[in-house]
């Protein structure tokens, strides 16, 4: 609704009320120097409303302020507003805050003969010489219903009416819906207001939620739609609207559950500022995958926020520590704040507003709320759980919310809360019942953007730690507890089997290459011997031939000699 933001000034001049909610839903607040009438049943608000605004008026503008009551006492009301945390003493002992006691003298009363214009005069040199920033008529239905006839009450409302368009200040009617002068006073909201607030009280579901409605706003664009809204030490708190979102990059960060073999399953975990389900019966570990994304969290360093219902903060320290996890550091340190809501009376938009008090004052990065099943399926709750978690989107923090099933069952009964509809990520955890054993079962659901695993894991706690293991399925069944130790344990004898089966696999293959090579050893010092041989014997043949030529060439010189020695013996 942040366009309403932009509404002031542009038709009607408007002034702050102190009530955030409101300003914004109204478009800057109330229009200045200008009526309104706060109209209502009994208990919806109405006074504190108007005093709320009277006191932010004061202390906004430095004028003084009026309260003219006419149902309850000058001490009365001034108890009252002491009540909140408004600083209404320190005013009202300044004189800044002026209460007058409208009510009229029982004698008066009686005679039925009476008007209202010594009251005017008197407020309106009550401030002076400065004009009020506010003035309040609180209650004057039930002053102007003493009145006998309706023309009589007309007259007194068109003197009131002359006195407002002749004063510089804002003026604040508040006037009791159902009343004996409902026609006379609806006439007010109509035509003598510009602005006309409706505050109701209604029963829904076993609840009784106030609501706030504008019901007309002169020259002035404003919500149209009722909102919810509660009584705090503040004052009025008006719930589910927000200022423009600021505008944030979408984290594409992975943060760990604290788990790896979970984290695995989720592609590297959860995007930073989205929202986890963590559902499943009691006793399936919601809380402590809670703590233990927690105690990660805070061993970064960062800061964290966890909301208690069904125990209190030191009970869950001292539980969880029995599985490896340290909360009470973290604690010690000043990362983690561990807040119980022991109240579960209130009603859903009483939680939503002390969870988001807490969020104000702690500024976390991360929070858990365990479980979110306090809030039922009505609507009512619906709207709580959709402004905490839109809450934790425009401030960027990572939300983790656990909830709570009546009896062990299947995912569609964790989601009649609707509030797996709303988050990223849901984590189911459930019991298998197997072997006469009962074993934690996890099963992720959905995580948006993230091609996450589909298979079903036993989630293992021990003094050591949280681990999620395998789960083995055979025949269609998930085996999980002793009958997967039974699995891993033929699994690992058959792989040991294996294992010696391929050794002797290997020594006889290794041996028969040993062998081997020792054939082709032993052969290749055999085949250079007998090349050494052929070469021997190539050799001598060769030296045999040489020898012959060599003789026989000798025989023919010989030869040659000896016919030439007898051819010269004969000639001679």
Request: proline content about 3%.
């Amino acid at each position: 609704m942040g366009k309403f933001d932009n509404v002031q000034g542009q038709m009607t001049r408007k002034v702050s009320t102190g009530i955030t909610g409101f300003d914004r839903m109204s478009g800057g607040g109330l229009p200045a120097g200008r009526v309104t009438a706060a109209i209502g049943g009994a208990g919806t608000g109405k006074t504190v409303f108007a005093l709320q605004t009277l006191v932010h008026r004061i202390n906004e503008s430095g004028r003084p302020g009026i309260l003219v009551t006419f149902e309850q006492s000058a001490d009365g009301i001034t108890s009252d507003i002491n009540s909140f945390a408004w600083e209404g003493g320190r005013l009202l002992e300044s004189g800044k805050l002026i209460v007058i006691d409208g009510r009229p003298k029982p004698e008066t009363v009686m005679s039925g003969s009476f008007d209202i214009a010594g009251l005017l005069a008197m407020t309106e040199g009550a401030a002076a010489p400065d004009w009020p920033s506010c003035i309040v008529f609180d209650g004057i239905d039930t002053l102007l219903a003493l009145l006998g006839t309706a023309t009589a009450q007309r007259a007194e409302l068109l003197r009131l009416q002359d006195f407002i368009n002749r004063i510089d200040s804002m003026v604040i009617l508040t006037i009791k819906a159902g009343s004996d002068s409902t026609t006379g006073f609806e006439e007010i909201a109509l035509y003598m207001a510009d602005c006309v607030i409706e505050l109701s009280r209604e029963t829904e579901d076993g609840a009784s939620p106030r609501g706030i409605r504008i019901q007309k706003y002169r020259s002035s664009d404003h919500m149209l739609r009722r909102l919810p809204f509660l009584m705090t030490a503040g004052g009025i708190e008006v719930e589910g609207i927000e200022a423009e979102p600021r505008i944030l990059p979408v984290s594409s960060e992975r943060l760990s559950l604290g788990v790896p073999h979970l984290d695995v399953m989720l592609a590297g975990g959860i995007f930073r500022g989205s929202s986890t389900l963590l559902s499943g019966s009691p006793g399936t570990a919601k809380t402590t995958l809670g703590c233990l994304f927690v105690d990660t969290m805070c061993k970064r360093g960062e800061r964290a926020l966890s909301i208690c219902f069904d125990e209190g903060p030191m009970e869950i320290v001292r539980n969880v520590a029995s599985v490896g996890i340290d909360l009470q550091r973290h604690i010690n340190a000043g990362l983690l704040r561990m807040h119980s809501i022991a109240d579960r009376s209130a009603g859903p938009d009483e939680f939503a507003f002390e969870i988001r008090t807490e969020v104000e004052r702690h500024r976390p990065s991360h929070l858990v709320i365990d479980p979110i099943s306090v809030f039922t399926a009505d609507p009512i709750s619906q709207r709580a759980v959709r402004r905490i978690i839109e809450l934790c989107k425009r401030e960027n923090i990572t939300i983790v919310l656990t909830s709570l099933l009546d009896r062990a069952a299947g995912e569609s009964e964790s989601s009649r809360s609707y509030v797996s509809t709303i988050c990223d990520t849901w984590i189911h955890l459930s019991y298998v019942l197997s072997n006469g054993e009962r074993n934690r079962a996890l099963t992720i659901v959905k995580s948006r953007g993230t091609a996450h695993s589909n298979q079903v894991g036993e989630l293992l706690l021990a003094a050591g730690g949280v681990s999620i293991a395998d789960a083995y399925t055979e025949d269609g069944e998930v085996l999980m507890g002793s009958l997967r130790w039974q699995k891993e344990r033929s699994n690992q004898r058959a792989i040991r089997e294996a294992e010696a089966e391929a050794k002797l696999r290997y020594h006889e293959a290794k041996r028969g290459v040993e062998e081997l090579a020792q054939r082709i050893a032993m052969l290749t010092a055999e085949l250079a011997e007998k090349e050494g041989d052929v070469q021997r014997l190539a050799d001598e043949a060769a030296a045999s031939i040489l020898f012959e030529t060599e003789r026989r060439g000798e025989m023919s010189r010989l030869r040659s000699a000896m016919t030439t020695a007898a051819g010269e013996r004969i000639a001679e």
